[in-house]
C-alpha cells in the first residue's frame, strides 16, 4: 500500500507487483540498475518528498539505502517497510490521527532538510491536499476503510501543521512601523 501511496502522491518507487505463495503476499520489486546510495548532493532532492514521508510515517526513509539515485540523478524510495503501522523490521507501530512524524522526521534528519524553508513547507502540504480525495478513494476501493478514516485526520492534521507554518510565516515577515510622536 506504501509503494501505491508513494507513486499517487508523485514520488518514485520501484515498478512492482504482490503475488501470493503459499497463501502469503509477497511484493516484488523490478530491479533498478545502476543505481547509487544518495550522498549529501542529493539530500535537496530526497527533501522535496518530505511531507508525504512525514504523512506516511516512513521514519526511516533516509536511512542506510531506503532510497536510491537511479543513473538519471531520480531520487526512488525503493525500501518503504517502515511506512504506514509496522516499523521496518515489520512489528507494529502506532500509525495514528496526528502527523507528529512531522516534527520528529525535522528533529532526527536535520542535513536532509537543511535547506527546505517554511513555504517549501507550505508548498509541499498544499500539494499534498490537492490528491487528499485520490488517496481517500484509492484507500476505500482497496478495501482499507479504517486507514482512510486514519487518513481523513492526518490530511485534517496537515491542514493544522499548514496553518500553523503560515502564522509563522506571516508574523516573521510583518513590518513593524516607526511609531509616530
Known amino acids: 500500500m506504501t509503494n501505491q501511496l508513494y507513486d499517487l502522491l508523485g514520488l518514485?518507487?520501484?515498478?512492482?507487483?504482490?503475488?501470493?505463495?503459499n497463501g502469503e503476499a509477497?511484493?516484488?520489486?523490478?530491479?533498478?540498475?545502476?543505481?547509487?546510495?544518495?550522498?549529501?548532493?542529493?539530500?535537496?532532492?530526497?527533501?522535496?518528498?518530505?511531507?508525504?514521508?512525514a504523512l506516511l510515517a516512513n521514519w526511516d526513509i533516509y536511512q542506510n539505502?531506503?532510497?536510491?539515485?537511479?543513473?538519471?540523478?531520480?531520487?526512488?524510495?525503493?525500501?518503504?517497510?517502515?511506512?504506514l503501522n509496522y516499523r521496518a523490521q515489520g512489528s507494529k507501530k502506532t500509525f495514528g490521527d496526528k502527523?507528529?512524524?512531522?516534527?520528529?522526521?525535522?528533529?532526527?534528519?536535520?542535513?536532509?532538510?537543511?535547506?527546505?524553508?517554511?513555504?517549501?513547507?507550505?508548498?509541499q502540504i498544499d500539494d499534498v491536499l490537492s490528491k487528499r480525495d485520490d488517496v481517500i478513494n484509492l484507500l476505500n476501493e482497496s478495501d482499507y476503510p479504517s486507514m482512510s478514516d486514519t487518513f481523513k485526520k492526518r490530511f485534517k492534521d496537515l491542514e493544522r501543521i499548514k496553518n500553523d507554518l503560515e502564522a509563522k510565516l506571516a508574523k516573521k515577515n510583518r513590518k513593524i512601523l516607526p511609531r509616530k510622536l
Open 26 to 53: 509477497v511484493m516484488l520489486s523490478k530491479y533498478i540498475p545502476m543505481t547509487k546510495v544518495p550522498s549529501a548532493k542529493n539530500y535537496d532532492d530526497m527533501a522535496k518528498g518530505f511531507v508525504i514521508d
Open 65 to 83: 539505502d531506503n532510497c536510491l539515485i537511479d543513473s538519471a540523478g531520480r531520487i526512488i524510495r525503493v525500501d518503504n517497510g517502515g511506512a
Open 99 to 123: 502527523v507528529d512524524d512531522f516534527l520528529s522526521m525535522q528533529k532526527y534528519n536535520p542535513s536532509v532538510i537543511a535547506n527546505l524553508t517554511t513555504q517549501d513547507y507550505i508548498n
Open 12 to 21: 518514485r518507487v520501484p515498478d512492482f507487483e504482490l503475488y501470493e505463495d
